[in-house]
Protein backbone atom coordinates (compact mmCIF):
# COMPACT_ATOMS: atom_id res chain seq x y z
CA UNK A 1 0.00 0.00 0.00
CA UNK A 2 1.55 3.30 -0.79
CA UNK A 3 1.99 5.62 2.27
CA UNK A 4 2.79 8.72 2.62
CA UNK A 5 4.67 10.18 6.01
CA UNK A 6 1.89 12.56 7.06
CA UNK A 7 0.15 11.17 10.17
CA UNK A 8 -4.06 10.84 9.53
CA UNK A 9 -4.55 10.00 13.30
CA UNK A 10 -2.66 11.23 15.83
CA UNK A 11 -2.53 10.77 19.81
CA UNK A 12 -0.75 12.24 21.85
CA UNK A 13 -0.23 11.46 25.40
CA UNK A 14 -3.67 10.99 25.27
CA UNK A 15 -5.30 9.62 28.83
CA UNK A 16 -8.87 8.69 29.92
CA UNK A 17 -9.92 7.44 33.11
CA UNK A 18 -13.33 6.14 34.37
CA UNK A 19 -13.38 6.82 37.79
CA UNK A 20 -9.94 5.71 39.63
CA UNK A 21 -9.59 2.95 36.74
CA UNK A 22 -7.09 4.64 33.88
CA UNK A 23 -7.96 2.70 30.38
CA UNK A 24 -5.60 5.20 28.87
CA UNK A 25 -2.16 5.78 29.80
CA UNK A 26 -0.59 9.02 28.55
CA UNK A 27 -0.95 7.19 25.09
CA UNK A 28 1.10 8.06 22.00
CA UNK A 29 -0.06 6.65 18.84
CA UNK A 30 0.38 7.48 15.03
CA UNK A 31 -1.22 6.67 11.89
CA UNK A 32 -0.29 7.18 8.67
CA UNK A 33 -2.40 7.61 5.99
CA UNK A 34 -4.00 4.47 3.86
CA UNK A 35 -2.08 2.37 7.23
CA UNK A 36 -4.04 -0.91 8.13
CA UNK A 37 -3.71 -1.18 12.10
CA UNK A 38 -4.30 -4.07 14.06
CA UNK A 39 -4.90 -3.58 18.01
CA UNK A 40 -3.99 -6.60 19.86
CA UNK A 41 -3.70 -7.10 23.82
CA UNK A 42 -5.97 -8.59 26.88
CA UNK A 43 -9.37 -7.41 27.47
CA UNK A 44 -9.32 -4.40 29.89
CA UNK A 45 -5.95 -3.35 28.16
CA UNK A 46 -7.96 -0.22 26.57
CA UNK A 47 -7.76 -1.04 23.11
CA UNK A 48 -11.37 -0.87 22.08
CA UNK A 49 -11.15 2.49 23.91
CA UNK A 50 -8.66 3.87 21.32
CA UNK A 51 -11.08 3.49 18.53
CA UNK A 52 -14.26 4.85 21.12
CA UNK A 53 -12.39 7.97 22.07
CA UNK A 54 -11.27 8.40 18.52
CA UNK A 55 -14.86 7.86 17.27
CA UNK A 56 -15.47 10.63 20.19
CA UNK A 57 -18.30 8.20 21.61
CA UNK A 58 -16.20 8.78 24.69
CA UNK A 59 -14.16 12.40 25.99
CA UNK A 60 -10.49 11.80 27.18
CA UNK A 61 -9.64 13.34 30.34
CA UNK A 62 -6.16 15.16 28.47
CA UNK A 63 -4.22 15.18 25.70
CA UNK A 64 -5.18 15.91 22.45
CA UNK A 65 -6.67 13.43 19.43
CA UNK A 66 -5.50 14.74 15.72
CA UNK A 67 -7.39 13.79 12.05
CA UNK A 68 -6.06 14.57 9.08
CA UNK A 69 -3.84 17.62 11.06
CA UNK A 70 -6.31 19.18 12.68
CA UNK A 71 -7.55 18.48 16.45
CA UNK A 72 -10.22 16.26 16.66
CA UNK A 73 -11.01 16.76 20.38
CA UNK A 74 -10.32 19.80 20.96
CA UNK A 75 -10.89 23.36 19.03
CA UNK A 76 -8.36 26.39 17.93
CA UNK A 77 -10.33 29.62 20.01
CA UNK A 78 -8.04 32.85 20.17
CA UNK A 79 -4.35 30.88 19.99
CA UNK A 80 -5.64 28.49 22.50
CA UNK A 81 -6.76 24.33 22.25
CA UNK A 82 -10.38 24.16 24.18
CA UNK A 83 -12.43 21.28 24.28
CA UNK A 84 -14.27 20.84 21.32
CA UNK A 85 -18.06 21.68 21.34
CA UNK A 86 -20.41 19.52 19.40
CA UNK A 87 -20.73 21.63 16.57
CA UNK A 88 -16.96 21.01 16.12
CA UNK A 89 -17.44 17.32 16.39
CA UNK A 90 -19.61 16.96 14.06
CA UNK A 91 -17.59 18.57 11.41
CA UNK A 92 -14.66 16.84 12.81
CA UNK A 93 -16.32 13.67 13.11
CA UNK A 94 -17.39 12.76 9.30
CA UNK A 95 -13.72 12.03 8.46
CA UNK A 96 -14.46 8.76 10.65
CA UNK A 97 -16.52 5.79 10.66
CA UNK A 98 -16.85 2.95 12.77
CA UNK A 99 -18.03 -0.88 12.45
CA UNK A 100 -19.42 -2.05 15.62
CA UNK A 101 -18.93 -5.58 17.64
CA UNK A 102 -22.40 -6.02 17.88
CA UNK A 103 -23.26 -4.26 14.07
CA UNK A 104 -26.09 -1.87 15.98
CA UNK A 105 -28.08 -1.71 12.78
CA UNK A 106 -31.26 0.26 12.68
CA UNK A 107 -33.73 -2.50 13.45
CA UNK A 108 -36.88 -0.74 11.92
CA UNK A 109 -35.14 0.03 8.40
CA UNK A 110 -34.37 -2.15 5.42
CA UNK A 111 -30.47 -3.06 5.05
CA UNK A 112 -31.26 -0.15 1.91
CA UNK A 113 -32.71 2.02 4.31
CA UNK A 114 -29.74 1.96 6.74
CA UNK A 115 -27.22 3.27 3.95
CA UNK A 116 -28.76 5.71 2.64
CA UNK A 117 -30.07 7.26 6.06
CA UNK A 118 -26.87 8.97 6.87
CA UNK A 119 -25.92 9.98 3.32
CA UNK A 120 -29.08 11.74 2.69
CA UNK A 121 -29.30 13.74 6.53
CA UNK A 122 -25.89 14.23 7.36
CA UNK A 123 -24.14 14.97 3.49
CA UNK A 124 -26.92 16.15 2.25
CA UNK A 125 -27.44 14.06 -0.83
CA UNK A 126 -30.51 13.02 -2.84
CA UNK A 127 -32.49 10.18 -2.56
CA UNK A 128 -31.49 8.76 -6.06
CA UNK A 129 -27.48 9.89 -5.68
CA UNK A 130 -27.55 8.12 -2.38
CA UNK A 131 -29.59 5.17 -2.99
CA UNK A 132 -27.09 4.50 -6.30
CA UNK A 133 -24.22 4.72 -3.89
CA UNK A 134 -25.64 2.44 -1.45
CA UNK A 135 -26.48 0.20 -4.20
CA UNK A 136 -22.76 -0.05 -5.05
CA UNK A 137 -21.43 -0.19 -1.47
CA UNK A 138 -24.28 -3.51 -0.69
CA UNK A 139 -22.85 -4.73 -4.02
CA UNK A 140 -19.48 -4.81 -2.82
CA UNK A 141 -19.87 -6.45 0.57
CA UNK A 142 -22.19 -8.95 -1.71
CA UNK A 143 -25.91 -7.92 -0.77
CA UNK A 144 -27.33 -6.50 -3.21
CA UNK A 145 -30.44 -9.08 -3.19
CA UNK A 146 -30.95 -8.22 0.12
CA UNK A 147 -31.43 -4.82 0.30
CA UNK A 148 -35.09 -4.28 0.62
CA UNK A 149 -34.49 -7.23 4.20
CA UNK A 150 -34.77 -5.92 7.35
CA UNK A 151 -32.01 -6.47 9.92
CA UNK A 152 -34.10 -9.33 11.76
CA UNK A 153 -34.38 -11.36 8.58
CA UNK A 154 -30.42 -11.18 8.14
CA UNK A 155 -27.78 -13.74 9.53
CA UNK A 156 -25.20 -12.09 11.74
CA UNK A 157 -22.56 -11.97 8.96
CA UNK A 158 -24.67 -10.29 6.62
CA UNK A 159 -25.97 -7.72 9.03
CA UNK A 160 -22.25 -7.16 9.79
CA UNK A 161 -21.44 -6.35 6.11
CA UNK A 162 -24.50 -4.33 5.81
CA UNK A 163 -22.64 -2.40 8.70
CA UNK A 164 -19.66 -2.05 6.68
CA UNK A 165 -21.66 -0.51 3.77
CA UNK A 166 -23.59 1.66 5.56
CA UNK A 167 -20.37 3.09 7.45
CA UNK A 168 -18.65 3.26 3.85
CA UNK A 169 -21.58 4.83 2.37
CA UNK A 170 -20.38 7.88 4.41
CA UNK A 171 -17.03 7.98 2.94
CA UNK A 172 -15.20 8.19 6.21
CA UNK A 173 -11.21 8.56 5.09
CA UNK A 174 -10.36 6.50 8.75
CA UNK A 175 -12.73 3.05 9.32
CA UNK A 176 -12.93 2.32 12.66
CA UNK A 177 -13.44 -1.59 12.76
CA UNK A 178 -14.55 -2.98 17.04
CA UNK A 179 -13.90 -6.62 16.99
CA UNK A 180 -16.03 -7.27 14.59
CA UNK A 181 -16.09 -10.82 13.81
CA UNK A 182 -15.93 -11.45 17.98
CA UNK A 183 -20.14 -12.27 17.70
CA UNK A 184 -20.68 -13.84 14.59
CA UNK A 185 -20.92 -17.76 14.55
CA UNK A 186 -17.68 -19.40 12.92
CA UNK A 187 -18.75 -20.07 9.77
CA UNK A 188 -19.58 -16.76 8.75
CA UNK A 189 -16.28 -15.02 10.03
CA UNK A 190 -14.95 -15.63 6.46
CA UNK A 191 -17.62 -13.64 4.87
CA UNK A 192 -16.78 -10.52 6.29
CA UNK A 193 -13.18 -10.62 6.37
CA UNK A 194 -13.39 -11.36 3.12
CA UNK A 195 -15.08 -7.90 2.71
CA UNK A 196 -12.15 -6.23 4.52
CA UNK A 197 -9.54 -7.86 2.96
CA UNK A 198 -11.48 -6.22 -0.59
CA UNK A 199 -11.72 -2.93 0.62
CA UNK A 200 -8.09 -3.34 1.62
CA UNK A 201 -7.39 -3.83 -1.89
CA UNK A 202 -9.44 -1.89 -3.44
CA UNK A 203 -10.03 1.57 -1.12
CA UNK A 204 -7.79 3.84 -0.42
CA UNK A 205 -8.60 3.79 3.48
CA UNK A 206 -6.87 4.15 6.94
CA UNK A 207 -7.86 1.39 8.99
CA UNK A 208 -7.80 0.84 12.29
CA UNK A 209 -8.96 -3.10 13.94
CA UNK A 210 -8.94 -4.64 17.25
CA UNK A 211 -9.34 -7.97 16.33
CA UNK A 212 -8.67 -11.33 18.46
CA UNK A 213 -8.14 -12.54 14.57
CA UNK A 214 -4.31 -13.42 14.94
CA UNK A 215 -4.07 -14.97 11.52
CA UNK A 216 -5.96 -12.24 9.71
CA UNK A 217 -4.10 -9.48 11.36
CA UNK A 218 -1.50 -11.24 10.27
CA UNK A 219 -2.17 -11.22 6.94
CA UNK A 220 -3.86 -8.50 6.35
CA UNK A 221 -2.14 -5.48 8.49
CA UNK A 222 0.51 -3.16 8.02
CA UNK A 223 1.10 -3.05 12.02
CA UNK A 224 0.19 -4.68 14.99
CA UNK A 225 -0.07 -2.87 17.99
CA UNK A 226 0.13 -4.37 21.60
CA UNK A 227 -1.76 -2.99 24.15
CA UNK A 228 -1.77 -3.30 27.74
CA UNK A 229 -2.70 -1.80 30.94
CA UNK A 230 -3.65 1.20 28.29
CA UNK A 231 -0.42 1.92 26.52
CA UNK A 232 1.33 -0.08 23.43
CA UNK A 233 3.73 -2.06 24.88
CA UNK A 234 4.79 -3.62 21.67
CA UNK A 235 4.38 -2.58 17.71
CA UNK A 236 5.83 -3.49 14.96
CA UNK A 237 4.91 -5.38 11.55
CA UNK A 238 3.14 -8.28 11.68
CA UNK A 239 5.48 -10.80 10.83
CA UNK A 240 7.83 -9.80 13.61
CA UNK A 241 5.82 -8.85 16.53
CA UNK A 242 4.02 -12.17 16.34
CA UNK A 243 6.71 -14.66 15.02
CA UNK A 244 9.57 -12.78 17.24
CA UNK A 245 8.08 -10.58 20.16
CA UNK A 246 10.98 -9.34 22.15
CA UNK A 247 8.41 -8.28 25.20
CA UNK A 248 7.78 -11.01 27.84
CA UNK A 249 4.33 -9.37 28.13
CA UNK A 250 3.73 -10.01 24.54
CA UNK A 251 4.90 -13.57 24.58
CA UNK A 252 2.87 -14.58 27.00
CA UNK A 253 -0.08 -13.12 25.59
CA UNK A 254 0.55 -14.37 22.14
CA UNK A 255 0.77 -17.96 23.62
CA UNK A 256 -1.99 -17.51 25.68
CA UNK A 257 -4.08 -17.26 22.60
CA UNK A 258 -2.37 -19.40 20.11
CA UNK A 259 -2.95 -22.56 22.57
CA UNK A 260 -7.05 -21.41 23.61
CA UNK A 261 -6.85 -21.77 18.94
CA UNK B 1 -89.40 -4.63 45.56
CA UNK B 2 -89.29 -7.18 42.67
CA UNK B 3 -85.52 -8.86 42.94
CA UNK B 4 -85.64 -10.53 39.29
CA UNK B 5 -83.88 -8.62 36.21
CA UNK B 6 -86.56 -6.17 34.35
CA UNK B 7 -86.37 -6.42 30.90
CA UNK B 8 -88.86 -3.66 29.95
CA UNK B 9 -86.78 -1.94 32.61
CA UNK B 10 -84.10 -2.24 31.32
CA UNK B 11 -84.88 -0.87 27.42
CA UNK B 12 -86.65 1.68 28.35
CA UNK B 13 -83.23 3.32 30.06
CA UNK B 14 -81.31 1.94 27.44
CA UNK B 15 -81.18 5.32 25.74
CA UNK B 16 -80.53 6.93 28.48
CA UNK B 17 -77.43 5.50 29.50
CA UNK B 18 -76.33 5.26 25.72
CA UNK B 19 -76.43 9.21 25.85
CA UNK B 20 -74.42 9.35 29.09
CA UNK B 21 -71.69 6.50 27.64
CA UNK B 22 -70.66 9.74 24.87
CA UNK B 23 -69.75 11.70 27.67
CA UNK B 24 -67.94 8.57 29.46
CA UNK B 25 -66.38 8.23 25.98
CA UNK B 26 -65.68 11.94 25.31
CA UNK B 27 -64.21 12.24 29.29
CA UNK B 28 -61.87 9.11 28.81
CA UNK B 29 -60.77 10.47 24.62
CA UNK B 30 -60.10 13.93 26.08
CA UNK B 31 -58.36 13.23 29.18
CA UNK B 32 -56.25 10.85 27.42
CA UNK B 33 -55.50 12.91 24.57
CA UNK B 34 -54.52 15.35 27.56
CA UNK B 35 -52.84 12.97 29.56
CA UNK B 36 -50.51 11.57 26.51
CA UNK B 37 -49.53 15.31 26.15
CA UNK B 38 -48.74 16.57 30.11
CA UNK B 39 -47.06 13.07 29.91
CA UNK B 40 -44.23 14.31 26.91
CA UNK B 41 -43.85 17.25 28.45
CA UNK B 42 -43.15 15.82 32.25
CA UNK B 43 -40.71 13.53 30.25
CA UNK B 44 -39.10 16.55 28.48
CA UNK B 45 -38.93 18.32 31.93
CA UNK B 46 -37.32 15.04 33.72
CA UNK B 47 -34.76 15.16 30.47
CA UNK B 48 -33.64 18.24 30.52
CA UNK B 49 -29.87 19.43 31.85
CA UNK B 50 -31.35 22.21 33.93
CA UNK B 51 -31.11 20.86 37.45
CA UNK B 52 -33.72 22.46 39.54
CA UNK B 53 -36.73 22.02 36.40
CA UNK B 54 -35.57 18.49 36.82
CA UNK B 55 -35.99 17.81 40.54
CA UNK B 56 -39.11 19.77 40.33
CA UNK B 57 -40.65 17.78 38.05
CA UNK B 58 -39.41 14.63 39.07
CA UNK B 59 -41.00 15.49 42.64
CA UNK B 60 -44.54 16.59 41.19
CA UNK B 61 -44.85 13.31 39.20
CA UNK B 62 -44.05 11.15 42.49
CA UNK B 63 -46.11 13.40 44.36
CA UNK B 64 -49.27 12.91 41.43
CA UNK B 65 -48.73 9.62 41.46
CA UNK B 66 -48.68 9.00 45.21
CA UNK B 67 -51.80 10.32 45.84
CA UNK B 68 -55.65 9.11 44.66
CA UNK B 69 -57.35 10.31 41.65
CA UNK B 70 -60.44 10.84 43.52
CA UNK B 71 -58.70 13.47 46.48
CA UNK B 72 -57.38 15.49 43.57
CA UNK B 73 -60.19 15.71 41.61
CA UNK B 74 -62.10 16.96 44.92
CA UNK B 75 -59.59 19.12 45.55
CA UNK B 76 -59.06 20.86 42.22
CA UNK B 77 -62.96 21.07 42.01
CA UNK B 78 -63.99 22.15 45.93
CA UNK B 79 -61.19 23.53 47.58
CA UNK B 80 -59.53 25.53 44.59
CA UNK B 81 -62.30 27.95 44.61
CA UNK B 82 -61.32 29.64 47.92
CA UNK B 83 -58.00 30.23 46.26
CA UNK B 84 -59.97 31.98 43.30
CA UNK B 85 -59.79 29.05 40.60
CA UNK B 86 -63.26 27.75 40.13
CA UNK B 87 -62.94 25.33 37.12
CA UNK B 88 -66.37 23.81 35.55
CA UNK B 89 -66.73 20.28 36.32
CA UNK B 90 -65.86 18.65 32.86
CA UNK B 91 -62.52 21.32 32.74
CA UNK B 92 -61.52 19.98 36.43
CA UNK B 93 -62.35 16.56 35.51
CA UNK B 94 -60.95 16.60 31.79
CA UNK B 95 -57.23 18.89 33.71
CA UNK B 96 -56.82 16.30 36.64
CA UNK B 97 -57.69 12.86 34.84
CA UNK B 98 -55.12 14.51 32.67
CA UNK B 99 -52.57 15.19 34.86
CA UNK B 100 -52.86 11.98 36.93
CA UNK B 101 -52.56 9.72 33.72
CA UNK B 102 -49.61 12.03 32.56
CA UNK B 103 -47.90 11.58 35.37
CA UNK B 104 -48.13 7.12 34.56
CA UNK B 105 -47.58 7.51 31.00
CA UNK B 106 -44.74 9.61 31.31
CA UNK B 107 -43.29 6.61 32.94
CA UNK B 108 -44.52 4.56 29.89
CA UNK B 109 -42.50 6.87 27.93
CA UNK B 110 -39.27 6.82 30.02
CA UNK B 111 -39.19 2.75 30.74
CA UNK B 112 -39.80 2.86 26.47
CA UNK B 113 -36.94 5.29 25.69
CA UNK B 114 -34.37 3.13 28.20
CA UNK B 115 -36.01 0.24 26.10
CA UNK B 116 -33.80 1.21 22.94
CA UNK B 117 -30.56 -0.06 23.64
CA UNK B 118 -27.69 2.57 23.98
CA UNK B 119 -25.53 1.28 21.22
CA UNK B 120 -28.52 2.83 18.61
CA UNK B 121 -27.16 6.24 19.89
CA UNK B 122 -23.37 5.35 19.21
CA UNK B 123 -24.01 4.35 15.93
CA UNK B 124 -26.05 7.60 15.21
CA UNK B 125 -22.81 9.31 16.52
CA UNK B 126 -21.09 7.35 14.01
CA UNK B 127 -22.77 8.32 10.99
CA UNK B 128 -22.94 11.77 12.68
CA UNK B 129 -26.64 12.56 13.32
CA UNK B 130 -27.67 15.51 14.94
CA UNK B 131 -29.04 14.82 18.35
CA UNK B 132 -32.70 15.99 16.98
CA UNK B 133 -32.84 13.55 14.36
CA UNK B 134 -31.48 10.83 15.96
CA UNK B 135 -34.61 11.07 18.43
CA UNK B 136 -36.66 11.48 15.52
CA UNK B 137 -35.52 9.15 12.98
CA UNK B 138 -34.16 6.23 15.11
CA UNK B 139 -34.66 6.73 18.89
CA UNK B 140 -38.72 7.16 18.25
CA UNK B 141 -39.80 4.68 16.12
CA UNK B 142 -38.25 1.92 18.25
CA UNK B 143 -39.58 3.19 21.25
CA UNK B 144 -42.67 3.53 20.21
CA UNK B 145 -43.87 0.23 19.88
CA UNK B 146 -42.12 -0.17 23.40
CA UNK B 147 -44.58 1.89 24.56
CA UNK B 148 -48.01 0.79 23.10
CA UNK B 149 -48.82 -1.45 25.51
CA UNK B 150 -48.42 0.38 28.38
CA UNK B 151 -50.08 3.12 26.52
CA UNK B 152 -53.08 1.02 25.88
CA UNK B 153 -53.54 -0.42 29.30
CA UNK B 154 -53.95 3.43 30.60
CA UNK B 155 -56.31 4.69 27.66
CA UNK B 156 -58.45 1.65 29.17
CA UNK B 157 -57.57 2.25 32.48
CA UNK B 158 -58.67 6.46 32.12
CA UNK B 159 -62.14 4.51 30.29
CA UNK B 160 -62.47 2.67 33.53
CA UNK B 161 -61.89 5.63 36.19
CA UNK B 162 -64.34 8.16 34.72
CA UNK B 163 -67.30 7.50 36.90
CA UNK B 164 -65.21 9.27 39.52
CA UNK B 165 -66.37 12.15 37.19
CA UNK B 166 -69.49 11.43 38.63
CA UNK B 167 -68.71 12.58 41.97
CA UNK B 168 -68.20 16.49 40.78
CA UNK B 169 -71.32 16.19 38.35
CA UNK B 170 -70.41 15.00 35.46
CA UNK B 171 -73.04 13.53 33.39
CA UNK B 172 -71.50 10.67 32.31
CA UNK B 173 -72.70 6.60 32.37
CA UNK B 174 -72.84 6.06 36.03
CA UNK B 175 -73.80 9.28 37.15
CA UNK B 176 -76.73 8.99 35.15
CA UNK B 177 -77.68 5.55 35.62
CA UNK B 178 -77.26 6.45 39.87
CA UNK B 179 -80.28 9.17 38.50
CA UNK B 180 -81.97 6.75 36.64
CA UNK B 181 -81.69 4.21 39.72
CA UNK B 182 -82.88 7.13 42.00
CA UNK B 183 -85.75 8.39 40.49
CA UNK B 184 -87.27 4.87 39.82
CA UNK B 185 -86.19 3.08 43.57
CA UNK B 186 -84.42 0.29 41.31
CA UNK B 187 -80.71 -0.16 40.85
CA UNK B 188 -80.12 -3.40 39.59
CA UNK B 189 -80.60 -3.21 36.04
CA UNK B 190 -78.95 0.21 35.52
CA UNK B 191 -76.05 -0.19 37.62
CA UNK B 192 -75.88 -3.68 35.76
CA UNK B 193 -75.96 -2.30 32.61
CA UNK B 194 -73.17 0.31 33.38
CA UNK B 195 -70.93 -2.52 33.85
CA UNK B 196 -71.79 -4.51 31.09
CA UNK B 197 -71.49 -0.98 28.68
CA UNK B 198 -68.00 -1.12 30.09
CA UNK B 199 -67.23 -4.40 29.40
CA UNK B 200 -68.48 -4.30 25.85
CA UNK B 201 -66.28 -1.31 25.12
CA UNK B 202 -63.08 -2.29 27.33
CA UNK B 203 -62.83 -5.27 25.52
CA UNK B 204 -62.86 -4.21 21.76
CA UNK B 205 -60.30 -1.58 23.08
CA UNK B 206 -57.97 -4.21 24.18
CA UNK B 207 -57.94 -6.20 20.98
CA UNK B 208 -57.43 -2.80 19.23
CA UNK B 209 -54.75 -1.97 21.03
CA UNK B 210 -52.83 -5.40 20.61
CA UNK B 211 -53.24 -5.95 16.96
CA UNK B 212 -51.80 -2.33 16.73
CA UNK B 213 -48.97 -3.10 18.30
CA UNK B 214 -48.80 -6.33 16.31
CA UNK B 215 -48.75 -4.19 13.08
CA UNK B 216 -46.06 -1.78 14.18
CA UNK B 217 -43.87 -4.21 14.86
CA UNK B 218 -44.34 -5.83 11.57
CA UNK B 219 -43.92 -2.44 9.86
CA UNK B 220 -40.59 -2.63 11.62
CA UNK B 221 -39.32 -6.04 10.35
CA UNK B 222 -40.18 -7.15 13.30
CA UNK B 223 -41.69 -10.71 14.06
CA UNK B 224 -44.14 -11.00 17.37
CA UNK B 225 -44.26 -14.72 18.95
Redesign the interface.
Known sequence: MAQTNEPIVKFSEVTKRYGDLVVLDKLDLEIKKNEMISIIGPSGSGKTTVLRVLMTLEKINSGVIYVDGEPLTHMLSSGELIEANEKYLRERRSKIGMVFQQFNLFPHMTALQNCIEAPMQVLGMNKEAAEERALELLELVGLSDKKDQHPSRLSGGQQQRVAIARALAMRPKVMLLDEITSALDPEVVGEVLNVIRSLNKEYSLTMIMVTHQMGFAREISDRVCFFTEGKILEQGPPEKLLDDPKNERTKQFLHAVLDAN | MEMAFRWDFAYEILPKLLWATVNTILAAGIGYLIAVIIGLLFLLGQRTSFKILNMLVREIVEFIRSTPLLIQLFFVYFVLPQFGITLSAWVCGMLTIGLHFGTYLCEVYRGALEGV?K??W??C???????L?TYR??IL??AFPIAIPGMGNYLVGIFKDTPLLSTIGVAELFHAATAVGGYNYRYLEPYTMVGVIFLVLSIPAAIWVRRLEKRVNKA????IK
Open positions: PTQEAKALNFSSYRIPQQGKT
